[in-house]
């Protein structure tokens, strides 16, 4: 008898403390969950990676990646639109947290911002009007060339063929702009993007250039290691699972 009152009683004692648990949690107002604000720098004018569809919302292969990126770890994602030439420095002074926009990893860069893992690889074309007698990157020796300012691509010309050759632009519409109306000989730009600005204008051609590959990253502060940890392990996780692949395949095909 006293064995089974002795049980029964620590069988009470559990049921109190366990019921007692129960409302505590219920009791407790269920702290809102703030997402922290995210500002992503870019220059939206990169078919397919970034740009802006005509009712003014953006979209393309980097605004996709970031999206998920920024639902999966409940950040409230707020894009900004600048000059490519700005980005780095925005991330450098925190006038924005980060930039991405289809940011190639070069030795000059690594010296202002952390690169993520890369999650593209390209290269660089030319893009001339159809006619046009250069055929390839020795052809351009003697020619206006169109660049977005401070792209690899103006890096690589200006190098190349010395600044007085360079006309740089500060969005690529621009500069395919002054191609159209012959103001340039050439636009010199990541491969993706001039196949893109190829389909909407069948005056132009595209050329390969000899200029090696590039790998495109995103671009952090110094200081924001969490958040690079972050969208690093969240670019692993869609490398994996193939929805980077799906990514890569909605915007390429079409
Ligand atoms: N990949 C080249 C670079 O990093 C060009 C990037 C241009 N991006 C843009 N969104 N306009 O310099």
Same mark, same amino acid.
């Given at each position: 008898?006293?064995?089974?009152?002795?049980?029964?009683?620590?069988?009470?004692?559990?049921?109190? /403390?366990?019921?007692?648990?129960?409302?505590?949690?219920?009791?407790?107002?269920?702290?809102? &969950?703030?997402?922290?604000?995210?500002?992503?720098? *870019?220059?939206?004018?990169?078919?397919?990676?970034?740009?802006?569809?005509?009712?003014?919302?953006?979209?393309?292969?980097?605004?996709?990646?970031?999206?998920?990126?920024?639902?999966?770890?409940?950040?409230?994602?707020?894009?900004?639109?600048?000059?490519?030439?700005?980005?780095? *420095?925005? &991330?450098?002074?925190?006038?924005?947290?980060?930039?991405?926009?289809?940011?190639?990893?070069?030795?000059?860069?690594? !010296?202002? &911002?952390?690169?993520?893992?890369?999650?593209?690889?390209?290269?660089?074309?030319?893009? &001339?009007?159809?006619?046009?007698?250069?055929?390839?990157?020795?052809? !351009?020796?003697?020619?206006?060339?169109g660049v977005q300012?401070?792209?690899?691509g103006d890096?690589?010309?200006?190098?190349?063929?010395?600044?007085?050759?360079?006309?740089?632009?500060?969005?690529?519409?621009?500069?395919?702009?002054? !191609?159209?109306?012959?103001?340039?000989?050439?636009?010199v730009?990541?491969?993706?993007?001039?196949?893109?600005?190829?389909? /909407?204008?069948?005056?132009?051609?595209?050329?390969?250039?000899?200029?090696?590959?590039?790998?495109?990253?995103?671009?952090?502060?110094?200081?924001?290691?969490?958040?690079?940890?972050? +969208?690093?392990?969240?670019?692993?996780?869609?490398?994996?699972?193939?929805?980077?692949?799906?990514? +890569?395949?909605?915007?390429?095909?079409?």
């Amino acid at each position: 008898m006293k064995k089974l009152a002795k049980i029964l009683a620590v069988v009470m004692v559990i049921a109190v /403390a366990a019921s007692m648990f129960a409302s505590c949690g219920k009791e407790e107002p269920e702290a809102p &969950v703030e997402k922290t604000k995210l500002v992503m720098g *870019t220059s939206a004018d990169f078919p397919p990676y970034e740009y802006v569809e005509d009712n003014g919302d953006y979209a393309g292969i980097d605004i996709e990646i970031i999206r998920g990126f920024a639902d999966a770890y409940n950040y409230d994602l707020e894009i900004q639109d600048m000059d490519f030439k700005s980005i780095i *420095t925005a &991330v450098n002074s925190k006038a924005v947290d980060f930039g991405m926009s289809g940011f190639t990893i070069t030795d000059e860069r690594k !010296l202002s &911002v952390n690169f993520s893992d890369p999650y593209e690889i390209t290269c660089q074309s030319i893009l &001339v009007l159809e006619g046009s007698d250069i055929k390839t990157k020795e052809d !351009l020796a003697g020619k206006l060339i169109g660049v977005q300012a401070g792209t690899t691509g103006d890096d690589f010309v200006t190098e190349d063929f010395g600044q007085d050759a360079v006309n740089q632009y500060d969005k690529y519409s621009l500069a395919i702009q002054a !191609l159209l109306n012959k103001q340039v000989d050439c636009v010199v730009l990541d491969e993706q993007t001039a196949v893109e600005f190829l389909k /909407a204008n069948p005056s132009i051609k595209k050329l390969d250039t000899a200029y090696g590959e590039e790998q495109y990253a995103v671009a952090f502060n110094f200081e924001d290691t969490e958040l690079l940890g972050q +969208f690093n392990e969240y670019l692993a996780k869609i490398k994996a699972d193939g929805s980077l692949d799906a990514i +890569f395949a909605k915007y390429k095909e079409a």
